[in-house]
């Protein structure tokens, strides 16, 4: 029984992941109720956020009305950032929240594996191997015995083709879970929770037709590619599934794919890879009704009546059909022996339950006083269960406040109450926060992870999108005799006087926070340096002392700072001040926080938050640590104007090494620039800066009198100018994606590799993730190329760092990913940049 009850609650609990209560337009309500009557699966397969083809995955969703997933490998960790300056982990949390955006828009549901985005990878080989595979393929085939999908689709091609090594490593890896899921003897130990599972059939999500013939087809395809129609109108929606795919495709704002409504026609194909083939239809020979099953006649009746008989105006009506729909297949799921169709029963019925309570216009939610809360503190909740039409009572009979972490806390004594609409129910109580409670830190990002996979030990938390909400209000409810239990997240709800009623999630926090400026401080000589730390109350008085464990041959003073903190949120600065040593070794220094009345200090963690208006605001509590190291690194001109782009901290970590750092708008370049010894533009400012257009005419004038410009990285669309530089140049996608890659040096004596510093091999040791992105693919004869690089067996790339005198002074364009390097510390990097910054002989 253990087995059949957990691999329920899996198979149901995605509905518990929303923020606000789920609210249903007459066409949206009427939808679903025929959605009810359909019992396929559908699950598309690919690497990343932003891989999945939305229309195909409306179209599943909301024409064929199965129950359709996407499953990413990936969380897009590696990915790059339009919006902001967040990367790896942080970076993945975003695009972890905008693929649940597009769901909420598409209607699918969203699954992860613990696979960790490392970057761009050029090889499947490479791709597996970082992964560590069978980790991920266990994730796979967990999620299709979970979810247990009549068809797997799959983006992309098991070739190189796919044009990603994680892409084509998701079309492999499918391939072998489609076949493993059904094999007892493959991972063995989920079947504890979980039964084997075979879809029907795997096809590929064919790319484009070129001259009316597909591409890249397998070599030994007989079958015939299916077609699909995609710009079908949906009339209770009012919109097509293009429509449909353009608002969810745009949710991946982090990537800048926002995407214009198609109101045509599209067809798209679907290759036959394994399983039994399809000729028409991808879901041919797949029963969608409930005569899947035996047995469920009477209530698959109910389901259809409730759905032909539903009064846009009067949606109440429906309500006592549901009911009975309801009631009978509660005790369909306690006779039938059929596990299939049990677990089909117990998804259903949650849908008809919700179903039944949008018909009578119930809303229920909990939200907290406050937006967040810690161990031993109190927390103050107000309940609201409001019957808004139709002239059939509900009675709220129990109410409690469960904990994810320690169980029920809180009964409500004031109960029970009986509601007839319109009728608002209302509770004020307070409850205590055990002080074991966890943090609401994502369940993935709890230990460190590996190059290539997260740390996530509890099974059961593998291939879910997010935590599940730390408290919950539990309703036992009586609908004309039927009882009925709803759950409802606490969040925290406020209004902005600009904007509506907006939703977070309620974050359980430690009582004492310890945020670090900068995750890595180098130190140029044997100077002492101060280091700040920003403390802050998640309780009001708190009282204790931090301390910071050094590496070998490092000293700080003073050892230990006492603080004191009055309210919560309360932040409180305290400086130590850290001193290196001809010995001094490369290493982390950690923050240590003892709270007065403890015994002892423990590692201390920071709070950082994502607040962005098109996903809920996401907190992370990361370890608070510093990289420290020493390094010889000479600088000519201090006075640096940085001019921002998408979002990255290379000023910030310019600024740390000594660096005088004035950050300008675009539009501020027609201003005094004599005062700069050098100008540096952001990642991807001629993406993002309109005021560009006209800037590369002052700066061009700047470069002439004696200034230096240094460009980095941009993508070749969406450019503002192709006026990019003082000459003419292109950029292309060539990019080196190993880290390690070796460097060529193709002027050994040019000024960039001499001067302040001696670049030499080992300045390019310690990289991280790549070496370079959008390396220039096209350049005038006057540039000079300094450096080149390749992946492993491919041609050598020189556009990774061009130089070019003009008049007085110079140009640079490097795609070599700096925006990387600095803030993870690594020196080289510094060093290289350095040069790049002094002016020109």
Request: with cysteine.
């Amino acid at each position: 029984m253990q087995k059949i009850y957990i691999l329920l609650f899996w198979f149901i609990s995605h509905l518990a992941y929303a923020q606000a209560p789920r609210t249903y337009h007459a066409g949206e309500l009427q939808l679903a109720l025929k959605k009810l009557n359909v019992v396929g699966s559908v699950l598309y397969l690919a690497a990343h956020p932003d891989d999945e083809n939305t229309a195909l995955i409306a179209y599943f969703a909301n024409e064929r009305l199965t129950r359709t997933g996407y499953l990413s490998l990936t969380r897009g960790d590696g990915g790059q950032n339009l919006i902001g300056a967040e990367q790896r982990e942080l970076m993945g949390l975003i695009r972890t929240q905008e693929l649940l955006q597009a769901r909420k828009t598409d209607g699918g549901e969203q699954f992860f594996t613990r696979a960790n985005d490392f970057g761009f990878s050029k090889s499947a080989k490479e791709a597996q191997k970082i992964w560590d595979k069978e980790q991920v393929l266990a994730d796979m085939v967990w999620v299709i015995r979970n979810f247990r999908p009549d068809i797997i689709v799959t983006r992309f091609p098991p070739s190189r083709d796919a044009g990603h090594g994680h892409h084509e490593a998701s079309a492999i890896l499918a391939e072998e879970a489609f076949k493993a899921s059904a094999d007892a003897s493959r991972f063995p130990e989920q079947l504890k929770y979980v039964q084997t599972w075979q879809p029907k059939r795997l096809v590929w999500n064919v790319f484009s037709r070129r001259g009316g013939q597909f591409t890249n087809l397998p070599a030994d395809s007989t079958a015939k590619p299916v077609g699909v129609e995609l710009g079908i109108y949906n009339p209770l929606l009012g919109k097509s599934n293009l429509g449909i795919a353009a608002e969810s495709r745009s949710m991946h704002k982090s990537q800048g794919f926002g995407a214009g409504k198609n109101h045509g026609t599209r067809t798209d194909y679907l290759q036959h890879v394994l399983g039994s083939p399809a000729q028409k239809d991808v879901l041919e020979d797949i029963n969608l009704t409930w005569k899947r099953f035996k047995e469920t006649e009477n209530f698959a009746t109910l389901l259809e009546k409730a759905y032909t008989t539903y009064n846009t105006e009067k949606p109440y009506l429906t309500a006592s059909i549901l009911r009975e729909a309801y009631s009978q297949m509660k005790d369909f799921e306690a006779k039938t022996k059929d596990k299939e169709a049990k677990l089909w029963v117990q998804h259903k019925n949650e849908e008809v339950k919700n179903l039944l309570l949008a018909c009578i216009g119930l809303w229920a939610e909990g939200n907290a006083t406050e937006y967040s809360t810690t161990g031993g503190d109190s927390l103050g909740l107000r309940l609201e269960v409001a019957l808004r039409m139709g002239n059939l009572p509900l009675t709220v009979e129990k109410a409690s406040i469960h904990s994810l972490a320690v169980g029920k806390v809180l009964d409500i004594d004031s109960l029970p109450k009986t509601l007839k609409a319109p009728q608002l129910w209302t509770e004020r109580t307070v409850i205590y926060i055990n002080p074991k409670e966890p943090t609401t830190q994502p369940y993935w990002l709890t230990e460190k992870p590996s190059q290539g996979l997260f740390s996530v030990k509890d099974q059961l938390l593998r291939g879910k999108p997010e935590n599940l909400p730390a408290f919950k209000m539990v309703l036992q409810v009586n609908f004309e005799g039927l009882p009925l239990t709803i759950e409802r997240p606490i969040t925290y709800k406020w209004v902005k006087p600009e904007d509506t009623e907006i939703y977070r999630p309620l974050e359980v926090t430690p009582q004492v926070m310890v945020n670090v400026a900068q995750d890595a401080c180098l130190f140029a000589g044997l100077q002492t340096k101060s280091v700040t730390l920003t403390l802050k109350a998640g309780k009001a008085n708190r009282r204790g002392a931090v301390s910071l464990n050094l590496p070998e041959g490092w000293k700080v003073a003073p050892t230990k700072i006492d603080f004191s903190l009055k309210n919560k949120d309360e932040e409180q600065k305290i400086t130590f001040q850290i001193t290196p040593s001809a010995s001094s070794k490369a290493g982390i220094a950690k923050a240590f926080l003892q709270l007065e009345g403890e015994a002892q200090a423990s590692p201390a963690v920071g709070i950082q938050r994502i607040d962005y208006k098109h996903i809920p605001i996401q907190t992370v509590f990361p370890q608070a640590e510093i990289f420290l190291d020493r390094f010889d690194m000479q600088m000519a001109g201090k006075n640096i104007a940085y001019v921002e782009g998408a979002g990255d901290e290379v000023a910030q970590c310019l600024a740390q090494v000594g660096y005088n750092v004035t950050v300008l708008k675009a539009s501020q370049l027609a201003d005094n620039l004599a005062q700069f010894d050098a100008i540096v533009l952001g990642v991807r400012a001629f993406n993002t800066q309109n005021d560009l257009k006209n800037g590369t005419t002052h700066l061009k004038k700047y470069v002439e009198q004696g200034g230096t410009v240094v460009v980095q990285y941009n993508t070749s669309n969406s450019l503002v100018t192709k006026d990019l530089g003082v000459y003419p140049f292109t950029i292309g996608r060539e990019r080196v994606t190993v880290e390690d890659a070796p460097i060529k040096f193709l002027l050994p004596e040019h000024a960039i590799l001499n001067s302040p510093n001696k670049i030499t091999d080992r300045d390019f040791e310690g990289w991280v993730q790549e070496r370079g992105l959008y390396f220039a693919q096209t350049w005038d004869a006057k540039f000079e190329t300094i450096l080149a690089s390749a992946d492993p067996e491919e041609p050598e790339l020189k556009g990774g760092l061009i130089h070019a005198k003009f008049g007085k002074g110079k140009f640079i364009y490097t795609g070599l990913a700096f925006f990387r390097q600095l803030p993870a510390g690594v020196k080289g990097a510094y060093r290289l940049f350095a040069n790049l910054l002094a002016k020109e002989r």
